[in-house]
């Protein structure tokens, strides 16, 4: 049987993994609480280099994309955009 796409997002144990800003506080995959950051643009001072405004947030033990700060803030339905994607 042909599992609904949205189906995995109603049932992902989101609760308790985000602080209510959208930090990322535990993994929703496998609850791991360590993360690697991943700087997806900065500001280009034509150095190559700047302060960095998309960062991707990566689960440290299952390698899961967790969330996504952009611009001085979290994307709190980042998670959403992500599974209806895929
Ligand atoms: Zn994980």
């Known amino acids: 049987m042909k599992r609904h796409p949205l189906e995995r997002i109603v049932s992902l144990p989101r609760e308790g993994c985000y602080a209510a800003d959208g ?31 998309e960062i991707e947030y990566f689960c440290g033990s299952c390698g899961e994309s967790v969330a996504y ?12 955009h992500k599974q209806a994607n895929t």
């Open 69 to 80: 700060w952009a611009y001085g803030s979290f994307d709190p339905a980042y998670l959403d």
């Open 23 to 53: 930090t990322p506080i535990k993994c929703p995959e496998c609850g791991h609480a360590e993360f690697n950051e991943k700087m997806r643009d900065f500001i280009d001072f034509g150095v190559g280099a700047g302060p960095a405004t």
